[in-house]
T-cell receptor, first 117, second 115 residues
Framework: GAVVSQHPSRVICKSGTSVKIECRSL??????MFWYRQFPKQSLMLMAT?????????EQGVEKDKFLINHASLTLSTLTVTSAHPEDSSFYIC?????????????FGPGTRLTVL | GENVEQHPSTLSVQEGDSAVIKCTYS??????FPWYKQELGKGPQLIID?????GEKKDQRIAVTLNKTAKHFSLHITETQPEDSAVYFC??????????????FGKGTHLIIQP
């Protein structure tokens, strides 16, 4: 299957700081990327959808000013958690959909574990 | 919006036996149903998916069935092996010409294969 990477895999930060997470499609062009959040032993919840060159579409209840998403190229999307607080601690996972294989398939990255102290 | 229910939350089976995980969805507009396997600390991996224009799909030991009228779909794993132990998620989405929308996931099933 297609390869999606995330960086960093794990980050610990102090409350009030901002953290940027990168999501890259390594061997295909991703016209659409999705960002999900997963709390321990829970399911994945869709946060936002981003199309290359467009503003992201956020799900209800997700603060767009807190979770900044940029999809500047067909292989890179970034999620910035601004002014992070302990309740933002979670597993953030991106997925990419694009020109590789079937257009409807979402390939997931390995996730980023964010811990806010 | 879409709501996906998944059962059971935990399933323990003997190695070599079959495992069945069931999901229901609420939005009749959903027409794309993937299943993902997630191992601890990793991202989900697609194992099989089905679109609503078919009722069943099989890939070696894994099969998915879909009942569009009843709005439920199931994952069947035969001849289970220890490496099948993981958390399995079902999901639903609407698929249009450009691809599937963001996925709505079930709560997951922790599958345990007993040796």
């Amino acid at each position: 299957g297609a390869v999606v990477s995330q960086h960093p895999s794990r980050v610990i930060c102090k409350s009030g700081t901002s953290v940027k997470i990168e999501c890259r499609s390594l061997d295909f062009q991703a016209t659409t990327m999705f960002w999900y959040r997963q709390f321990p032993k829970q399911s994945l919840m869709l946060m936002a959808t981003s199309n290359e060159g467009s503003k992201a579409t956020y799900e209800q209840g997700v603060e767009k000013d807190k979770f900044l998403i940029n999809h500047a190229s067909l292989t890179l999307s970034t999620l910035t958690v601004t002014s992070a607080h302990p309740e933002d601690s979670s597993f953030y996972i991106c997925s990419a959909r694009g020109q590789r294989g079937r257009a409807d398939t979402q390939y997931f990255g390995p996730g980023t574990r964010l811990t806010v102290l | 919006g879409e709501n996906v229910e998944q059962h059971p939350s935990t399933l323990s089976v003997q190695e070599g036996d079959s495992a069945v995980i069931k999901c229901t969805y609420s939005d009749s507009a959903s027409n794309y149903f993937p299943w993902y396997k997630q191992e601890l600390g990793k991202g989900p991996q697609l194992i099989i998916d089905i679109r609503s224009n078919v009722g069943e799909k099989k890939d070696q030991r894994i099969a998915v069935t879909l009942n569009k009228t009843a709005k439920h779909f199931s994952l069947h794993i035969t001849e289970t092996q220890p490496e099948d132990s993981a958390v399995y998620f079902c999901a639903a989405a609407m698929y249009s010409g450009g691809g599937a929308d963001g996925l709505t996931f079930g709560k997951g099933t922790h599958l345990i294969i007993q040796p």
